[in-house]
């Protein structure tokens, strides 16, 4: 497996992460479409011009799972395409690592370390997969979330696995409690439920992973679930998900119009950039959706479970 590092503007990080593609400009695709192939995997850091938050510091480990496509529309001005996926997303500064970096020890500059395994530079080799695999550790190392299931089994002495105690936590779940009836939603349609999630300083109603893997290996969640009693609060918490996971899908849920009329608020107001990123579900769609899905949740399973063989 070959790391490459790839230099973006943040803006360009951001369209990556939410988009899941990394593209080339003709005609340099030459070269960068014969080192990056299926497998190969893209350490991401973020130059210092024109950015914000994530300034000259790595974002991210992207592994590539497709072949190159052409555009079919205009991503950051590239005319082909590769799609990926997340490893780890984060930030780590470059001067707290820079030290470590057998890559960038005995260079006479930064960015020529920097360009040195560069795949669009046509003297760079690949990253050596020690400093790959630092890179990705510290990424990692900023969240460790755990399982609420697995807390609540230790300070009650148990022994029963997470799955063991989320499955037995979600029967007989209450029509109003929205968190269980999504751990129900999500294990009918195969995915990973983790309840209570704490990452960075922030706890999470519910996240989704693709299985227990992807969570064991610290990947991004799929989706991240709030249930709104303080709309700022939820909000916070949902912008700080897409801030440390930017390809995260965001949901809040509310009981009535109200709530929805106050969450919409917020998000009209100091939460403006999430307007667009926040998926709003009322209480009684969902209790609707598990109704329909505990009749027919082994057909539904069947389906969902078609590509994940």
């Keep these: ?5 790839i230099i973006v503007r943040e803006r360009t990080f951001m369209d990556i992460a939410e988009k899941g593609f990394f593209g080339c400009r003709d005609p340099e695709c030459g070269l960068l479409m014969t080192r990056v192939r299926p497998g190969t995997r893209l350490v991401v850091f973020v130059s ?7 300034c000259k510091s790595f974002v991210g480990v992207l592994e590539v799972v497709g072949d190159w496509v052409k555009a079919s529309s205009k991503i950051g001005d590239w005319s082909h395409v590769v799609e990926v996926k997340p490893i780890a997303l984060g930030r780590v500064e470059l001067g707290a690592v820079a030290g470590k970096l057998s890559f960038i020890r005995d260079r006479r500059s930064v960015t020529e370390a920097l360009h040195s395994v560069d795949p669009a530079n046509p003297k760079a080799m690949p990253m ?14 900023q969240s460790t979330p755990r399982p609420a299931v697995e807390t609540l089994a230790q300070v009650a002495g148990e022994t029963k696995p997470a ?6 936590e979600t029967q007989g779940v209450g ?18 439920p983790v309840r209570d999630v704490e990452v960075g300083g922030y706890r999470l109603g519910l996240a989704w992973w693709g299985d227990e893997d992807e969570y064991r290996d ?20 949902l912008k700080h998900a897409r801030d440390r996971w930017r ?22 107001g100091s939460f403006h950039e999430l307007k667009r990123r926040v998926k709003v579900i009322m209480l009684n769609e969902l209790q609707g959706l ?14 969902v479970m078609l590509g994940r063989d």
Excluded at 177 to 188: F, N, T, W, Y
């Design 175 to 192: 029509s109003t409690d929205a968190i269980g009836l999504l751990v129900e939603v999500a294990q009918l349609l195969g995915y990973y």
């Design 1 to 5: 497996m070959n790391y490459w590092l």
């Design 48 to 54: 210092g011009f024109g950015c914000k938050s994530y």
């Design 128 to 141: 050596p997969p020690e400093d790959a695999e630092l890179i990705m550790n510290e990424l990692r190392r």
């Design 218 to 237: 610290g990947l991004a969640p799929l989706a991240v679930f709030e249930v709104v009693e303080s709309p700022e609060q939820v909000l916070a918490r």
């Design 163 to 168: 799955v063991a105690r989320a499955v037995a």
């Design 290 to 303: 598990v109704q329909d899905l505990r009749k027919h949740g082994d057909l539904v399973r069947e389906f």
């Design 247 to 268: 390809g995260v899908r965001l949901y809040a849920i509310v009981a009535d119009e109200k709530a929805k009329r106050s969450l919409e608020a917020a998000l009209r």
